[in-house]
């Protein structure tokens, strides 16, 4: 806790019980400024420290040890999730049980398996504990779905009957309304009861009172509290008249959509109701853990908790001898696998319950938050960035949602609402609203490199950050370090929603005070995601000032892929002429811009259509004038051309930009385009390149360097590029990026290789062993033994792992063999140990061929 925040908890721990305080008092006993005292007190309230009273002006007091909330203890204390995701639903069911005299009904919704009896059960539990009820109570369960195609019977277990109602109904009998007498009453799949039985049980909540089925004189009274569950929307399913008699409606989310330390906890706790049927310690592989907290399934923790079940049965079998069941990924059956994600490992001893320790404060989550973020500033890489977005994301378990809302608050909204939802069409954003507000209102300020963070990002999410810039630019400043630092947090949560793929980008310029705005709004909206910028020219606004905006949007733009610019006006279309020196590549003027036309674009690009496709097609389609320009790139460059595609030329290009000043570009351009330009003889269009790479030879007699990609592979082609970059790089900068790009290729073929490993993960550990072999024979091995030597150990990791290896012995026969083997087994001891695999005989055989010729 922060030293001033302490000193204000200290000063509201002096108060008398039943003493209060206003916020001016106290900023006056402190000698601190009113603000600073604001904002602290309500970061105290939101973390259960103090107390605030809601009058004029406000007041403030300590929290008593009579002031716990029903929900800190009790019962409810060891429900996973009960200070996170259930905390408000936990809050209204104990308000529902305790309320005089006899309780409110409530009606709990969720999907199949998210706990809704469970939670039903504690209701009752908790009233029995408070005195609600009486301990001798009586909780009586009925699921409407086993009787749900005969209403006649559901009726008559509800309600009772009497002698002769029906046939069969040979002796009077007490319905379970009657069994439920002072007590509790659960109606499990309660959307399956009929309007005439759903009319019956209103007209019991209104009167107290019900008939049993084939009497109509003699009412039968019964106070009993209703809970009910079902899995359907109740305004489908239920009648309005029955819906208005039940005040307390919950909804319990889905497993997927909870925090990840609930998930976590969730699985701990499964995991350790296993073990103590077993009686045995039990270790959780990551990969397992992995692929059970990304689990979307519509059978929710129910659906868990039989995987689980499952998965320990099929391990036991394995390790049935052993005290120690270690469960890996082919005990778990699964209908898909989600891409890994490091969880870390899980591991459960039946003598010892799982401690957890949920109920942290908000100042330790943004503590989390800034070491999520120094991690991906420091080293980049998805699971990193997963990890990020998960603790960003858990912040939403200290946002107190009762409905109200401050001013500020509401104009953060309505921004967020045009900016992001509307104008740049991501409406499935809509839920980060009140995350990214949490932090403004306490002026987080990110604790790591802002400018190596900003510079991954502008890498990474260029899109995402354009979008999160413009938010950010609409917003009040409280704190000038936190908005910058929240433009980046912005950006990482946007990256799951902005498509990055995008490859060109689209400018509308128009007169008046929002026609180019309103146009880019519906056409974004329209395609659910950004492919449009859009500048408002009022009609007395000077055309110079235009100009310079549009320079301005487009030095923050790659355009070497093509650049759409939309005008309403002939006057605008003379921006050409003023914006071309800014511009990387081709430029298409389309000058009438239409909502019409605008979409039809934005859907091509989305489509991600050639430029020369998109342009050769506007000026055949639309009946207006378009413009083709031909350019290229205004700076030095080096080009990237891939014939799998722009995606794994993009990625080269990323890796070589980190290491290259910023005044040299690296573009990537598609192999189409970069044959074309050599067949029609377009050398003006490489007069600002440096060399180009491409991943086939070009055979044909071009003005300009170029190399195989695959060449760097071997020294005559290292040394090459070691060359042309050696003006701009230092040696150590020229080691690093030949490493970087060697692994990026190993990582591209051994992911479409791997069944299961993390190739990420794998590649590190083969790297080491690589530069562990290289110490012991002092060798220095190219980059095609090394590709090669990847490919090899990674899929025989892998193989080892599912005993699919050749279990074959195979001696060392000379005494160089003899050291390889023993060498080898010294290398791979710590692979061997992190997997519970040996590395066989007949594999450093195999092993050995590979190195014989090097040492």
């Not at 049965?313 to 890996?328: F, Q, V």
């Not at 908000?362 to 120094?374: A, D, T, Y």
């Not at 026609?515 to 055309?543: G, H, K, R």
């Not at 080491?768 to 030597?789: A, R, W």
Request: charge should be neutral; aromatic fraction near 10%; include cysteine.
């Amino acid at each position: 806790m922060r030293t001033a925040q302490k000193i204000v908890l200290n000063k509201i721990e002096e108060l008398a019980d039943d003493e209060e305080i206003c916020t001016s008092d106290l900023a006056r006993k402190l000698n601190l400024s009113r603000s600073v005292i604001s904002h602290y007190l309500n970061q105290l309230v939101k973390e259960n420290k103090v107390q605030k009273i809601e009058e004029r002006p406000v007041k403030w007091r300590k929290i008593s040890v009579g002031d716990t909330t029903p929900t800190a203890t009790g019962v409810f204390k060891n429900v996973i999730g009960n200070h996170g995701s259930l905390k408000k639903i936990i809050d209204q069911l104990c308000a529902a049980a305790i309320y005089p005299p006899n309780g409110l009904n409530v009606l709990i919704t969720g999907k199949s398996g998210s706990g809704k009896s469970f939670l039903a059960n504690k209701l009752y539990d908790y009233a029995k504990r408070e005195g609600a009820i009486s301990d001798k109570s009586p909780y009586i369960v009925l699921n409407c779905a086993n009787y749900a195609n005969n209403p006649e019977l559901i009726s008559s277990m509800l309600f009772g009957y009497v002698r002769g109602a029906f046939t069969g109904a040979d002796s009077e009998k007490n319905g379970l309304l009657k069994e439920a007498d002072n007590g509790y009453l659960f109606l499990d799949e309660v959307h399956r009861l009929n309007s005439e039985n759903q009319e019956k049980l209103f007209n019991f909540i209104d009167s107290g009172q019900f008939y049993k089925v084939g009497d109509n004189v003699h009412p039968i009274k019964a106070n009993v509290r209703l809970i009910m569950a079902t899995t359907e929307k109740p305004e489908n399913v239920l009648l309005d008249t029955f819906l208005r008699r039940v005040p307390v409606q919950v909804k319990l989310p889905n497993l997927i959509s909870r925090p990840v330390d609930e998930r976590l906890e969730l699985l701990n706790e499964l995991f350790y109701t296993e073990a103590q049927r077993l009686s045995k310690k039990i270790v959780v592989d990551k990969e397992v853990v992995s692929a059970l907290m990304q689990i979307d399934h519509a059978g929710n923790i129910g659906y868990l908790k039989n995987i689980i079940k499952v998965s320990c049965a099929t391990a036991y079998h394995d390790w049935y001898n052993y005290d120690i069941i270690n469960l890996k990924l082919k005990d778990v059956v699964l209908n898909n696998l989600q891409p890994f994600k490091d969880y870390g490992t899980i591991t459960v001893n039946s003598s010892q319950e799982p401690i957890f320790t949920s109920n942290i404060s908000l100042s330790q989550e943004l503590m989390f938050i800034n070491n999520s973020l120094k991690d991906l500033s420091t080293n980049y890489s998805k699971d990193n960035l997963t990890r990020c977005k998960l603790q960003i994301q858990n912040i939403s378990k200290f946002i107190i949602r009762d409905g109200s809302i401050t001013g500020l608050h509401l104009q953060h909204k309505r921004i967020f609402e045009k900016v992001i939802k509307k104008q740049f069409g991501l409406k499935t954003a809509d839920y980060l609203e009140t995350i990214i507000y949490e932090l403004y209102e306490h002026h987080f300020t990110p604790i790591c490199n802002s400018t190596k963070l900003r510079t991954i990002i502008l890498n990474h999410f260029p899109r995402a950050f354009h979008v999160a810039k413009n938010f950010y630019n609409m917003l009040p400043i409280l704190d000038i370090q936190s908005h910058k630092g929240l433009t980046n947090i912005l950006a990482i949560l946007l990256s799951d929603y902005v498509d990055e793929q995008i490859q060109l980008r689209g400018l509308m310029v128009a007169h008046g005070e929002n026609t180019a705005t309103s146009i880019q709004t519906v056409v974004n909206s329209l395609c659910n995601n950004y492919l449009f910028d859009a500048i408002d020219m009022p009609i007395e606004a000077n055309i110079s000032s235009i100009i310079e905006e549009t320079k301005k949007l487009i030095a923050s733009y790659n355009t070497s892929n093509g650049f759409i610019l939309m005008v309403d006006m002939g006057s605008l279309s003379q921006l050409y002429t003023q914006i071309s020196s800014q511009l990387n590549g081709d430029l298409l003027v389309v000058n009438n811009l239409t909502t019409l036309t605008a979409l039809d674009l934005a859907l091509k690009m989305k489509q991600n259509l050639s430029f020369k496709q998109i342009a050769q097609e506007a000026e055949k389609d639309y009946q207006i004038n378009t413009k083709y320009y031909e350019g290229f790139s205004q700076s030095t460059n080096i080009l990237v051309s891939c014939i799998s595609g722009l995606g794994i030329a993009e990625k080269i290009s990323d890796i070589m930009q980190k290491y290259l000043p910023d005044n040299i570009m690296v573009i990537p351009i598609g192999y189409n385009k970069l044959k074309e330009k050599i067949s029609s003889k377009s050398w003006s269009y490489f007069k600002q390149t440096l060399f180009v790479l491409t991943t086939i030879d070009i055979s044909e007699k071009v003005e300009f360097n170029h190399m195989n990609l695959y060449n760097i592979l071997d020294s005559t082609g290292e040394n090459k590029l070691n060359h042309w970059l050696a003006p701009y790089l230092t040696k150590k900068q020229l080691i690093s990026f030949n490493d970087q790009l060697l692994r990026f290729f190993s990582k591209e073929g051994i992911s479409e290789r791997l069944s299961f490993l993390n190739p990420e993960v794998v590649l590190k550990e083969v790297e080491t062993i690589n530069k562990k072999y290289e110490d012991f024979y002092n060798l220095k091995l190219d980059g095609k033994v090394k590709l090669n030597l990847y490919m090899h150990i990674a899929l025989m990791i892998e193989r080892t792992m599912m005993r699919k290896s050749n279990s074959s012995i195979v001696q060392p026969k000379t005494e160089k063999e003899k050291i390889f083997f023993k060498v080898t087994r010294s290398i791979f001891q710590p692979v061997e140990l992190k997997y519970n695999i040996q590395i066989s005989y007949y594999e450093i055989s195999l092993l050995y061929e590979l190195f014989k010729q090097f040492i």
